[in-house]
């Protein structure tokens, strides 16, 4: 027979070299090799902490421009056995005729409300049908009614011992 245990790379060996190798040395290997193929100014990128301090101005600016978005929109997301209903106070009835709502399946996007080019995001507390969904405008405040959607798609995921 042919003997396939010698080509195959994993054998008896492999798993004793694993065990003696010391991480020190396999990080100083890594670094050697990547600065022999990028230069100095891309060395920064690899590093984590480098990359975190150059990042953290955006990190703020992300911070600072989230609470505002949010704070201008005081949507009440409640849902029942059949529909998820997102109410809105509108203050303003001609702001009604520029707004646009959208949804995904679990997402509401409601854009130019109270002024032009304004968007909001509300996130649904459980998965939504495509089609079927209404919004409706009464004494001050939007409705939008959306119809659950029932996500009986489940796969069994084998449980297994590991000897």
């Not at 421009?65 to 529909?83: K, N």
């Not at 809105?88 to 995904?104: A, F, G, L, N, Q």
């Amino acid at each position: 027979m042919f003997p396939w245990n010698m080509m195959f790379p994993f054998n008896k060996d492999t798993k004793n070299v694993m065990k003696q190798m010391k991480p020190e040395e396999v990080e100083g290997y890594v670094e050697g090799m990547m600065s022999k193929l990028f230069p100095g100014q891309m060395q920064s990128m690899f590093n984590p902490d480098d990359l975190m301090k150059q990042m953290n101005p955006f990190f703020q600016q992300q911070k600072e421009q989230r609470p505002q978005a949010s704070s201008s929109i005081d949507a009440q997301v409640f849902e029942t056995f059949e529909d998820v209903y997102v109410r809105i106070p509108v203050k303003e009835d001609e702001s009604i005729s520029h707004m646009r709502v959208y949804h995904t399946s679990n997402q509401a996007i409601i854009e130019n409300m109270p002024k032009l080019g304004d968007r909001h995001v509300v996130t649904l507390p459980s998965l939504v049908k495509k089609k079927g969904s209404y919004a409706q405008y009464k004494e001050g405040i939007l409705e939008i009614k959306i119809p659950k959607s029932l996500d009986m798609q489940f796969t069994e995921v084998d449980v297994s011992e590991k000897v």
